[in-house]
Structure formats: structure tokens, C-alpha cells
């Protein structure tokens, strides 16, 4: 877009056959046909006062705030009434005078304002959106400074609960119908509505259905008043008390940009950044609202070692810790030490992963690493060597914007990637794009996707992948992209069949991780086989190429064990010590056999926010910073660094990249330490290190392996982990786990028929290591699988079954035997 | 001598016996204009509703043919999706009563017209939009149309012409607003009635964004007879640019109110005239061309002609041709505040002006009503007047500001005399209830 002065030479305008030339305040412009003339104003530095309008948002027209004059229309001709500017789209020869050049324009304008203003009350000194109001400020800037308005303003109860979180205050509200429409167009959640009619018009909530969204907070951010405010932030602060830092969410892998306000170092609310390439302006509730895990009473405060003595941790200078880990972790690299074990979870920063990465190789002497606190598989391992690790920016959301066709596998993005959810579901409305997923059934997520699901049992995606080569329906071809998730590790022959679908129709592939670290950690090289920037383990040139980068002789060049691999070593005693960093044992694939290997190994460090399972178990336990105590960089599914500064200081807490160096300078051995210090030295090294261009792991080759066959009374297991669950992350908001999904288990109505029960009744998923009992639901799923989420409602299905998807259960009408205090959405566990 | 101006097409057989089944209706010559219809091309029917100058009867006076003509018909696009045909029946103009008068005496006009007007615009489904409260004309409708079911006019295959045809009756909830043309068709749909953005204009994304032709009761069932006899005799009668006969109501201070049937162009002065004149013993005040949305006349006004461009000239609408009668008895300032209590009421409440703006000036004229006016109430009033009139999202605020102002115009010594004297002093209430005895006197309200 161009903006040429009216009485100017006239710069040049890019000759594009689709701008459309017009003339606003005097001001000649050239914008793309179909733009409003609200935006174009915008353009020319004129800001057209506004309520309802919201770019993301279909237009609507009902606040009448932005009335602008149109002295032609672009047929020589005026039109008879001052226009609404947030509707109207520009023409070739237009002329419109917004309240800048045109009495008209701006006398209705100040009409508006003051009608807007009539049943206002007008309670800033006690509004969270005083001074960040845009109702305050165009009031000031378009409105009379006197009111007219001598009679009793109307009046309703406030504020109502619309749901757990977000409350309503309605004599605040212009009725501009932002929230309506956020929630029935870009969330799909159409929960409130305009209710009522003329002056008594409301946002309406169904009485039996409360607004429950995985987004409901954007409503409150886009709110122009300050009708709908936040129970967690509702008369906590005043804008002008915050400071403000951009950030980057660290609760997905979608690299969500936020802004995180807080003050006298305490966060006090986070809000969506405009991001146009990424989030757009939108963020999941948990990005938003789940920020004071941070802040629990179980943080730890001090570097703590076990007392010989007592066996209990005790608290410790930062230099006696570190000389601790640094002794015993020598003694266990060393000859007959039992070498070392390094699980780094997928939280940590790429700088942290880095860390980690060149710890285990240069400190340790040992390949022994792997990110991954989950399901796992060398094929995996494999697919992210070959395909992902090093390969930077690859589809983004903009291609998935485009993409006519979107394949998910082993993804529910609303649950698991809510970022993606929202940008598929923009390119579903907007562009009719198809999605298809192999799944076992329809989630919510799904539906709102208008996803066509190509039924699926857990462990039946390769086949099913393999089979849609040749689908003439899903038509997949190279203007289509396969999305897969981290779930296909449970699936042998997954990834291999992925690869080879992509490869056959054309359609570009990414893959999804869950966590905000996952994609830094395999660039960062934390996998056995694999170094940072895509080298691997098993290339001698590659080993010498980052030896020499680092200054080392060598690299170890054997391979190293994956987590399943450390954690059995490590209980068979053949293990000398693990260092773990943020690592749940209730995430791993056999939490038990986890739990005995941590009360095994003889060392065993832990990085941690808050005490934990690892902690509670450790020898050394090091404080380490939560992302807002720190700067990092997470890379996003799209393969983007999202970088981001530190928000609070003053912490006890160290990054995890000090704590690693402080351990290095502890050992006698090294003369360099790890060689940087700080996250932003690991990030100029890491610079340093990311050009490769040597050879490449080769792409995974697996057969599937056909998935267990259910005897009678058996289903398959499948599961996955709902966005709003019992994580630890969401520790301390109440009213975000207020707006949780009930945990159900999902079955099909024949099974539910067969059980003889009704949906709501409980039943019991039942395994030789144990059971779990939920209330029932009926889903468009096969007979023969049974869904349950992995970590809601105090259900824990791994630690209680000792299964997850693909696994085999029996599932029965608990009936009259569940135990008490297991109805409604409380889940038992036997 | 006093020639009869009245020419009644529409009412004709409104005084028959059981007028309203289709007996009576076909002995009358009822759906000759259908089978003529059938015999013609599509294009050619719109062409002879065209050529007739019929204009809408709605209120806004658009050509019928030519919103006909706006219907896609090719085969790609918005052309290749169904098309509708949806009768607005909601009447709920405050003085406006023809449609559903004409709907409870003969329904089978309106039946007819719907079969003619759908052929015309190649629509297989028709719908008719009945407001919610008149539940006898609803099953006059529906019998009606169960008839036409039963003849044959209505169903697969009419009459062996291979056109089909379903029409479907369907009763609103009652609001003013689902009227208008698009929060009509968002009602239909099932959605809360609140008018919708344009473009897309009905006639490309209407009904479920299908090609829509959306016209009123009266408009749709003047086209049988056009049909009949020939656009050349539909548009001898009237005047030059507004064509044709049509339903004026009468009420209020009225002798004999009621629907008169007369070419477009007649002039109050004769109607009232066919109408037994201004209540016994009165005189006119003031009244209202087309229901409470058009701007107030007065007696200055008797003989301007009552066809669109003669209204206009004189500053008002045509309307709904609702010509609603006051006689000096009448407190302005009282009738609108009542107006304007019902455009606050049916206000849809999606755009800031018309929901905030008439709801503050009940408030302005409840004070003035009651004599307790300030000296800046009547500026207020028309600035809050000039702040709604086209800065609205629909018309509905049109019609608040067109009384006010007009009201302000014409009587501002009443609207003076609120900030002193209550109205109902001034014009003591009893003595405009229509059979007040010619000396009523006394302050009750
Ligand atoms: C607030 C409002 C109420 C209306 N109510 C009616 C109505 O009750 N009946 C009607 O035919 N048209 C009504 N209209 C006009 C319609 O929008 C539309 O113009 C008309 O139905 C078109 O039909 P016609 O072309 O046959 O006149 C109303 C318009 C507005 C703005
Ligand atoms: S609550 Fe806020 S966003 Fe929703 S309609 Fe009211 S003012 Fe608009
Ligand atoms: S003018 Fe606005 S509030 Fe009034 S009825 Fe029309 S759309 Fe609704
Ligand atoms: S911003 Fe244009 S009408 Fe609300």
C-alpha cells in the first residue's frame, strides 16, 4: 500500500491491478480492493473512533461509531447519510471525510459517543479497564466533554459469572458484540449471545451451558469497556502500575506471543500480543491465565543437598551445591563410574537444551540424552534426526492458513496445540479449507474443524496413513500438509508411513510437539543419536566439525540410551547418576518403573522449579528459573525462534544454562567450564554451531506392526492429555480449572448399550496394574476403543493402569460400585 | 356531483360471503391470473409486472419488477441456489392495517400472488412471514393455502404446467422489527430478528444466502390482477410515476375508518370525504400519510395527492399508506411520546443510536409530557433527532426521528408549553378517546 500526498508529485504506486485508488482527507491512497475504509484510514495516520470494529473479526456494523462523510462515492455522486467506515469498502474514486476534515462526520461521531455514554455508569475509579479504556479514550478524543443527560441511568445486577473465569458487568457493556462474535467465529464456542432486545439488549449466557472455552479470555482483552473482566484479575491493579514485557507463552509448542504485565515483581496478568505471522491476537486461556505455578509456596528456594547424615536435603550456598553435583557427577563419568544419564523434558529453553546438549557430550562424555518425558520410539528418534532437527523454518501458520487440504495425525489441535486449532479453524471459515484426521473419534476440537475423521484405533495410523495415498476424497497433493504429532511415537511404522505419504502425494509435512521446548531440544541435539543443528551421533565428520566448534579432542561416538533406555539402566543399578531437568515422573511411559529408577541410581541431580517426585528423591536438588525469570528462546512447531526477555529479576532462581555452567567450573577436570555462562553467550554459541550442511540421519524405514486385536470385553486404550487438566502447571488458578472439560471416558453408544449403561454413568477402565473409574460418554468411536484423558481430574491413567494408547483394557458399569466421591466430574482411581 | 373515486380490485369481494374461501374467491374470477401466468415465459411475467409501474407496498415504493429482475438466473454462482420468494406480512407499523385486513377477507389473493410472483422469479418455495399475533389470520392463511394445496394451485406439478410450488406459512413472535426485510430473514431462520449487513442484498444472498425476493402482502397480491387484466390497465390508474390502485386505511378521529381502495394519487380531503369526515364536531389536527414512521402533516396538507412523489413534496412518505387521523383534541406532544415509547420498545437494540437515543427521549418527552420540560428540551430533542436519522444501522431510527422532528415542526408551541404545563391540561385526555362525548371536559389522564 501506498500513500501519495494529495498535492504531491505522487510517489509511485506499484502498478497491482487489485489496489483501488481513493481519497480520504484530502489524502490520495491506493489499498487493496475489498479494504474498509476504516483500515485505510488507518494508513493515513487518521484514527477513526471505534467500537465494534475489530480486524479479526467479520464486520458488523453496530456501534455506528466510525460514521464518516462520503462526498462521492466513486460515481461522482455523495451518499445521502454518513457511513459506517468499519463496512464499508473503498472504491476506485472515492472521497470520504472522516472527523478530521468533515463537520459531519464529526458532529456524528460526537452524537454516538454521547449516546454511548447515556447508560454508561461511568465507573472508571473502579474499572480494570480504566485507563486502557477505549471507551475513556475516545470519549476524550470524539466526544463532548458535558453531558446532556439529566435522567437515571439503566441499571442491572453486576457482575454476573459467564463462566469460572470471565464475569459481566452489563451496565458497562456498548453491546458491540466483540465477545459474541469472537466466541461464535474464531473460538466456535457460541456459548454467549445477545439476548433481549433495545435498551435492555445483553450478552446472554445459556442458563444450562455456561461459557466454557479454551478462549474465553480474548473476549475480555477485546472488550472495548470494561464489561467483562477476569476473576483472577478483577480489581487487582491499575494499568498504569504495570509493567509490561512482550513475551512468548511456554505452555505449547505454538510460540504464542503474550505481553506479561506485573508489578513489584509479581505477574499480574498476561495478555495476547498481536502477532500477525504466529497467534494473530489470540491466545488459549491456559496461556493467558496459567502463570502462577510459578509463584507456589512449593518453590524451592535454596540449592539443597542431601546431608549424609540425616538423609535429608539441606539447604546450601549455590557453590557447595554446584561442588556437589560437580564431584559426583565426575566419579560417575569417570572409569567405572557407570556412566551418566541426562533427561532434559521439553520446558527448557533452546539456550538450556543447548546446555544440556554440550554438558552431556564435553562434561560428561556420554550421548546419554534425551528430551523426551513421554511415549517414545527410535523410529521417532529417527524421523526427528531426519527431518525436523536443524531444518529451521518449515510450514508455518501462514501455509497453513493456505493449505486447501490439512491431514492430522496423532493431533487434536484444540487440546494440544490450541494455536494451530485457531488458525485451521480461521482457514476452514474463511477458505474452505478440509481437514481431515486419523483419529479415533471426533472431539470437540474436531468438530469445530468440520474434520472429517477416518476412524482409527491407536495404533492403526500408519496403516491408515499408508491407505490414504491412495484416497481420492482426502485428495491430498502438494497443496496439502500432513500434520503430525508426537502421539504417532506410540505407533511403529507411523512416522515411516508419514514420510512416505508426504513423499507420494506432495503434501508438506510438519511435525507437532506438545511442549514449548520440545523443537529447541532436538535443534539443541538432546536425543542419543543426535547433536545439535541436525548432526548425528554416528557421523565421524560431524563429531570432528562440533568438537572443534567446542574445543574439545573429541565427542563420544557412542550412541547414547533414549529415556526409556537411561531409566532402565538406571533401576538395574547399571547407571552411576542422572541428571534430570523438569522431568514428571507421572508423564514418563512407565511412571513406576521411573519411580524405581530415581530410588536406584546412586546420584541423581534435579533442576527444578518446584519440588517434585525428582526432588523429593534427589542427592543435589538446584533451583532453576521459571520462564518468567529468564530470557530463552523457544522454537515453535513452525521451527521459528520465538525469543524472549526476562520478565521478573531478583530471583533466587538461576537459568538452567548457569546452573550447568556453575557445575562445569566445579570439575577439576575442565579447564573451560562449558563455556558460556549466561543464556545470551549459549545463544551466540548456538549461533555459531547451527550452520551444518554435512550429512543428515537417514529417514526412518519401520513396518507396521499390526496393532493389539481386543479379545472379548477388551478395547484398545486411546488417550491424550486435555488442554486444561490436572498439569502442575496450572497450579494456583482456580477459576481456569474452573472451565476444565469433564474427564469422560468416550466409548461408542453400541458399547455403552452393551454395558447397559446411559452416558453420565460410571465406568471402570481396568488393567492388571489397576483401574479408573469415570462417568461415560458417547462418541462416534469404534466399538472396540475406549477414550480417557491421560491427566484430568485426578485420574492419572499411566500411573493407574500402567497403559496409554494402544494398550488393551476392559472396561465395565462400575454401577453401584464406584466408590463415593468418584460421581460427576471427579474421577476415582482404584 | 362527487364521482366514487374508489376502484376496488383488492377489497373486492372482502363483503361477500364467507369471502374468504376459495369458493368464493374463484366465483369472483380468482386464479385466472394464475393460469394466464402459466402460459408464460418466466421473463414475460416479470416483464408485465414491469410494464405495469407496480411499486412496492412495503413503504419504500421500489419497483416490484425491477427487485424481480435483480434475481440471478444463471446457472453458476449465487444463480444456481434456490431462490425464494418470502411475503412480508409482519404489519406492525404503528397505523398500518391493509395487509392483515387483507389476508383475514381474502386470502386467496395473496395465495395467488405468491404462485404468480414465484413462477416469475423461478422460485420452488415460498414462504409468508405473518406476525406472531394474529392468530386468526394465521389459520385463514394456512386454510387458505390448504385449499390451493387441494385444487392443485399449490404442489408438484400446478397444473400440469411442470412448475412446482410449496408454500410455507410461518407466524413470527411479534416484533416490529422482524419487518424490516433482513432481520425478517434472519427470524425465518431461526436466529434472533435483527437486521443484517448489506450487501449482500437479499436478491443474492438472502434466505439460507440464497436469491431472495422479499415483498410485501399487498404488492404480491396486486400481481394476479395485473396479470389478469393487463399491466396497460393497472397503470391507467394513478398518477404518473406512482401507478395503479391501492389500500389506504383510515383510523383515528375518523367517521368511518377503515381500508379504501382508490388509485394512487386521491387526496386526504376526498377520502375523508368517502369516510364520513373527521369525527362529528372536530376538526383535523394533524395525521400521518403512511403510519407513525412518516413524517406528520396537517391540515395545510388535505389536498396533496397521496401517491409517493406528492408526499414527498410535501416533506413526508408515503408509507404504508396508513393515514391515521387527529383531530384537535389530540395532544402532539402526548402522541409522541406514545410513538416514541414503541420505536424505544421495538428498537432491535444492535446499533447505539436508535436503542440509546430513543430510550433517552422517552425520558426528554415523559418531562415535557408532564409539563416539567427545561428550556433546552426541545433542542435536545432534535439534536438526539438528527444524531439517529441516518446514522442508524437500519430504518427503524429513521421513523423515531421523522415523528419528533416533524411533531416539532408543526407544533412547537405544545412542545414550549411542556416546560410549564402538563399535556394533559392543555388537551385533557378523555376528550380524544374516539367516542368522548363532543363536551368533555376534566384532567384525568
Ligand atoms: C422497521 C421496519 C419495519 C418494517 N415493517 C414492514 C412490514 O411490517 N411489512 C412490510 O411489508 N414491510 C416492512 N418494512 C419494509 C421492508 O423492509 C421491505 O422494504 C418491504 O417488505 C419490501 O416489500 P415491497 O417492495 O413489496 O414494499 C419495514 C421496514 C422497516 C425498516
Ligand atoms: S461485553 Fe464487551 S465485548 Fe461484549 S458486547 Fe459488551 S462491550 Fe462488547
Ligand atoms: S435502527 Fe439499529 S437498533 Fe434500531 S432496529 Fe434498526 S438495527 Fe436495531
Ligand atoms: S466501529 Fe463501525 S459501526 Fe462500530
Redesign the interface.
Known sequence: MTVTSAGGAGTEVEKRDDLVTLTIDDVEISVPKETLVIRAAELIGVQIPRFCDHPLLDPVGACRQCLVEVPDAGNGRPMPKPQASCTLTVAPGMVVRTQASSPVADKAQQGIMEFLLVNHPLDCPVCDKGGECPLQNQAMSNGRGESRFLETKRTFAKPINISAQVLLDRERCVLCARCTRFSDQIAGDPFIAMIDRGALQQVGVYEHQPFESYFSGNTIQICPVGALTSAGYRFRARPFDLVSTPSVAEHDACGAAIRVDHRRGRVMRRLSADDPEVNEEWISDKDRFAFTYARQDDRITHPLVRDPGTGELQPTSWPAAFAAAATALTRAAGQDGGGVGVLTGGRLTREDSYAYSKFARVVLGTNNIDFRARRHSAEEAQFLASHVAGSGLGVTYADLERARTVVLAGLDPEEEAATIFLRLRKAVRKNGQRVFAVASHTSRGLAKLSATVLPTAPGGEAAALSALGDDGEVALDSGGILMVGERLATTPGAYTAALALAARTGARLAWVPRRAGDRGAVDAGCLPGLLPAGRTVSDASARADLAAAWGVPALPSTPGLDTDAMLGAAAAGQLGALVVAGVDPVDLPDPAGARAALAKVPFLVSMEIRASEVTERADVVLPVAPAVEKSGTFVDWEGRPRVFEQVLSGGHALPDVRVLAGIAEAMTHLSRGLGFRTVEQARAEFAEVWFWDGARAHAPAVDAVEGPIPGTGEFVLDTWKLLIDDGRMLDGEPYLLGTARPATVRLSAATLHRLGVVEGDQVTLRTQVGSVTLPAETADIPDSVAWAPEHSAGVRLRSSLGAGAGDLVTVSAAGGASAPGSAGRQGGQA | MIVDPLTPVLSETWDAERSWTLETYTDAGGYRGLEKALTMAPDDVIAAVKDSGLRGRGGAGFPTGMKWGFIPQDDEGAGAKPHYLVVNADESEPGTCKDIPLMMAAPHTLVEGVIISSYAIRASTAFIYVRGEVLHVLRRLQRAVQEAYLAGHLGADIHGSGYSLDVIVHAGAG?Y?CGEETALLDSLEGR?G?PR?RPPFPAVAGLYASPTVINNVESIASVPMILERGPDWFSAMGTEKSKGFTLYSLSGHVERPGQYEAPLGITLRQLLDLAGGVRAGHRLKFWTPGGSSTPILTDEHLDVPLDYEGISAAGSMLGTKALQIFDETTSVVRTTLRWVEFY??????????C??????MV??LRRLEAGQG?A?DID?LL??S???A????CALADGTSACVDSAIEYFRDEFVAGMTTPAWELFPYAASALHAPADTVGASR
Request: proline letters at 3%; a positive charge; glycine letters at 8%.
Open positions: 416484533a422489527i434472533r435483527q449487513l424505544k420498545h421495538e428498537s432491535c437494540g444492535k446499533c447505539t443510536p436503542r440509546e437515543g430513543s430510550w433517552w425520558q426528554v427545561t433546552e435536545l439534536d438526539m438528527a444524531n439517529m441516518g446514522r442508524s444501522f
